[in-house]
């Protein structure tokens, strides 16, 4: 089954940037899709971006026009960019492999540890 592990995390100050990376132990290139989680402290995990096989991207409200995802193929990796963080934007971020059913994204890899994202004032 394919593995994922996320990195990239940290502490950051609200208005800056941080980029996520997503290991993939597959070639990227033929995973139908890779999405991107969240939860926030004593919250659901909620979806905030997915990448399909042809490079087409799908943001959550709340994070779209300041998140985006992308991939480098040749590295197998996936990556998120998050721009003028929000203390909203506190939480645990998690990546996945899945399939698309319409323009609904399921995650069919397990959970990794996720990687943590704090954004201070």
């Known amino acids: 089954q394919v593995q994922l592990v996320e990195s990239g995390g940290g502490l950051v100050q609200a208005g800056s940037s941080l980029t996520l990376s997503c290991g993939v132990s597959?070639?990227?290139?033929?995973?139908?899709?890779v999405g991107w989680y969240r939860q926030p402290p004593g919250q659901q995990r909620e979806l905030v971006a997915t990448?399909?096989?042809?490079?087409?991207?799908n943001y959550s409200d709340s994070v779209k026009g300041r998140f985006t995802i992308f991939r480098d193929n040749a590295k197998n990796t996936v990556y998120l960019q998050m721009d003028s963080l929000k203390l909203d934007d506190t939480a645990v971020y998690y990546c996945?492999?899945?399939?698309?059913?319409?323009?609904?994204?399921?995650?069919?890899?397990?959970w990794g540890q996720g990687t943590q994202v704090t954004v201070s004032s």
């Open positions: 996945t492999a899945g399939t698309f059913v319409g323009i609904h994204y399921y995650p069919n890899s397990k």
């Open positions: 597959e070639d990227t290139y033929v995973i139908n899709g």
């Open positions: 990448i399909g096989a042809d490079d087409s991207t």
